[in-house]
């Protein structure tokens, strides 16, 4: 396990539009081993905000790991992953693209921006828990990442 | 339009086995609140020529229909979404007939299996 997470609650991004998806996730990660605490970002822009804790978020919590969808309104999910990972700030928090596209061009070009891995969304639920359970093991207690 | 093709009822029966039968219900409610009014965006979008626009409401919708297993509308806007980032103008108006006819189809069969989960 992540020694420092073992006393705090594990902060996750998710970056999603779809409130369906959006329950899902927070369903799945309800289910987790690991405290959590999901916060998320309905665009690109509020997730930016979010992650520079600019205006209503100036007192955000830096997350641990972001969950971030390609299709978003506005800013897109690659433009997002874009700005995160050119940002030296923020390019350290592991980011898990998780989108319907299996289009190779997506998947490319979310490695070539430095995502840190790629996950299709599985059609069924309980294949969705399951990829969501496997992330949040791999992520939160299998590595260890930096404190800041 | 058959009623399979319509409502894969496996997704709802996902639902229901791994989180409950009101969790099920909730995701129709969600489905029911936050679908019509992306379906009423296709026609502004559509009158500004905005395709981008139709692409991204049409990608928004099918990812509400796989959620709660809406075969038949998750397809018409999978193919919609493809046809606006193509900006195949012409074929826009048939898919968004189908999908329209697609959503009155399962409405029906999804009011009837909330009417199920709830008793």
């Given amino acids: 396990m992540n020694g420092n997470m073992t006393s705090r609650a594990v902060e996750v991004l998710l970056v999603e539009d779809n409130p369906g998806d959006v329950r899902l996730t927070q369903e799945a990660l309800r289910e987790s081993?690991?405290?959590?605490?999901?916060?998320?970002?309905?665009?690109?822009?509020?997730?930016?905000?979010y992650l520079r804790r600019q205006g209503v978020h100036a007192n955000a919590a830096r997350p641990d790991l972001i969950l971030l969808d390609l299709n978003l309104p506005g800013m897109d999910g690659r433009q997002v992953l874009q700005e995160i990972k050119t940002d030296p700030s923020l390019r350290r928090i592991p980011v898990v693209v998780m989108t319907t596209s299996a289009a190779e061009e997506d998947i490319i070009?979310?490695?070539?921006?430095?995502?840190?891995?790629?996950?299709?969304?599985?059609?069924?639920?309980?294949?969705?828990?399951?990829?969501?359970?496997?992330i949040e093991e791999f992520w939160l207690e299998i590595v260890k990442l930096p404190s800041e | 339009m058959g009623d399979a093709e319509c409502l894969n009822k496996a997704a709802l029966e996902s639902l229901q086995k791994m989180a409950g039968a009101k969790f099920a219900i909730r995701m129709i409610d969600l489905f029911f609140s936050t679908v019509p009014p992306k379906l009423a965006e296709f026609q502004p979008a559509l009158s500004a020529g905005d395709y981008h626009q139709v692409q991204d409401v049409a990608h928004f919708i099918k990812s509400s229909c796989r959620n709660i297993g809406a075969a038949a509308m998750q397809d018409a806007s999978a193919r919609l979404e493809q046809a606006a980032r193509e900006g195949?103008?012409?074929?826009?108006?048939g898919l968004l007939q189908e999908m329209e006819q697609a959503y009155a189809a399962v409405k029906v069969l999804l009011e009837e299996e909330r009417r199920i989960l709830s008793s």
Avoid: W
């Fill in chain 1, 33 to 49: 081993k690991v405290r959590n605490r999901l916060r998320v970002a309905m665009d690109g822009i509020e997730a930016l905000a």
């Fill in chain 1, 109 to 134: 070009k979310a490695y070539d921006l430095h995502v840190n891995c790629y996950v299709t969304k599985p059609m069924d639920f309980a294949q969705f828990m399951q990829v969501v359970k496997s």
């Fill in chain 2, 88 to 93: 195949k103008a012409d074929a826009i108006p």
